[in-house]
């Protein structure tokens, strides 16, 4: 293999115990340095009875406490503004990232001149991935700003020689536009608006083969790995539709496919992956379902040890066929323990209904869940509400219901609307509404 299918192919082509070598010096290295720069981790690692001595290969790491998004929001309102994890200096620091906040109260996030080069650099080896080479332009639809992914793209496309539209979330007519002038060839953003795009374009009269728009990349939210929404992405962009995984806490764009679409590399040299029991918190082996707790290994001004993401995942440690033999996690993220809507004893997640109503050409894109409150019963009430112009209304419900039932082990209600009811979204859409909260 040569450059021209991998952007760093020593790094991306080791052996696993060669790997697994690294992962364990660099974790001896953080964990040393997060127990004696910082009291936060130190007070944990004394609560837990462990020390970074105690580390001797990578099955010991599951001693070590875990950190939750709580226990950094908690810390950081205790200490203000950054909490006692912050272990590099203040002349290293470059940048302040804080969480979207759409679950709770921001955490705060700092990288340093060495993480914006970490970051950077791991960017650029997952868009090489996927097909972005130097001739291509990249338009560039993540929100900038304080959310990461926008700039973490547009330093990379630096780093690969991209020529880079820095258009960001929003402006969707300018989108469909830089399509045409100068021509846009990979595209990044949520899947949400990238569907949304595709509508416009189709609004337009444009057609997918007159655009050269050929690869894009979606992420800050479900959707991408969902072979329904894929499908719907491809034929109406006209493109090879991959998935994109970060998180603000750990770093944006650090897991993607590659073009064998064979689930999410990981750059194991910079971030180590585990994937726990949701209850018992015990480690699961390859292949099986958990939470997804992940280590920073390089990260200097803020690093994570053991983040429990509240992602579920299954890792596979086996080399892929397209050569890369860093770990993935196969099928994507498969949902979020805050997602999970139990109803009638069922307990499912939104990607699962996505996957159902974007199955159906007779429904639009948009759908929503809606969680109401049954008082005649004092139950919850569950509502999944579609789009849809077809003249046999009745007919596409019969079918839709069975469907979800099949998928989700119940039968939600159901409230099909008229095309352009939802609202469409430019950034990460909101598939669950809770209306209890407003009653």
């Not at 086996?318 to 949902?335: F, Q, V, Y």
């Not at 007919?395 to 839709?400: D, G, I, N």
């Amino acid at each position: 293999m040569t450059r021209d299918q991998f952007w760093d192919p020593e790094v991306e082509k080791l052996p696993r115990s060669r790997i697994e070598a690294i992962q364990v010096e660099r974790l001896r290295w953080q964990l040393e340095r997060c127990f004696t720069e910082s009291p936060f981790y130190r007070e944990r690692f004394d609560r837990a009875g462990v020390r970074p001595s105690h580390l001797r290969g990578l099955t010991d790491l599951q001693h070590f406490p875990i950190v939750t998004k709580q226990d950094l929001r908690d810390e950081q309102a205790t200490h203000p503004p950054f909490g006692r994890y912050v272990v590099a200096s203040r002349s290293s620091w470059r940048e302040i990232h804080p969480s979207t906040g759409t679950t709770g109260v921001p955490v705060n996030t700092l990288w340093s001149a060495k993480d914006v080069d970490v970051i950077t650099d791991h960017t650029a080896r997952t868009m090489w991935s996927f097909g972005t080479r130097p001739e291509d332009t990249v338009q560039n639809a993540f929100a900038y700003g304080l959310w990461v992914a926008g700039l973490a793209v547009h330093y990379a496309c630096a780093r690969l020689g991209c020529f880079v539209i820095p258009i960001g979330a929003g402006a969707t007519s300018r989108q469909v536009d830089y399509f045409l002038t100068p021509g846009s060839t990979v595209l990044l953003a949520t899947p949400s608006f990238a569907i949304h795009i595709a509508e416009h374009l189709r609004e337009r009269g444009i057609k997918p083969e007159d655009i050269p728009l050929r690869v894009g990349c979606f992420g800050g939210e479900p959707g991408a790995e969902v072979p329904a929404t894929r499908t719907r992405i491809e034929r109406g962009l006209g493109i090879d539709c991959y998935d994109y995984y970060g998180l603000g806490e750990i770093a944006p764009t650090f897991a993607s496919e590659c073009t064998a679409k064979a689930g999410l590399h990981l750059a194991e040299d910079h971030y180590l992956a585990e994937v726990l029991d949701p209850e018992t918190r015990e480690p699961l082996g390859p292949g099986r379902t958990g939470v997804l707790v992940l280590t920073h290994l390089t990260r200097e001004a803020m690093p994570m040890i053991r983040y429990w993401t509240n992602d579920y995942a299954r890792l596979d440690p086996e080399p892929c066929r397209c050569g890369r033999t860093h770990g993935r996690l196969a099928g994507g993220i498969s949902g979020r323990a805050d997602d999970l809507i139990i109803y009638k004893g069922a307990k499912f997640y939104p990607v699962q209904v996505e996957g159902v109503v974007r199955a159906f050409p007779e429904l639009a894109d948009e759908f929503r869940i809606e969680i109401s409150s049954d008082e005649s019963k004092g139950t919850d009430l569950v509502t999944v509400v579609a789009e849809t112009d077809s003249g046999e209304v009745e007919r596409v419900e019969e079918r839709l219901r069975k469907a979800l039932a099949e998928s989700l082990g119940v039968t939600p209600e159901l409230r099909l609307v008229s095309i352009g009811s939802l609202e469409r979204t430019v950034f990460k859409a909101r598939r669950v509404v809770d209306l209890r909260r407003s009653g």
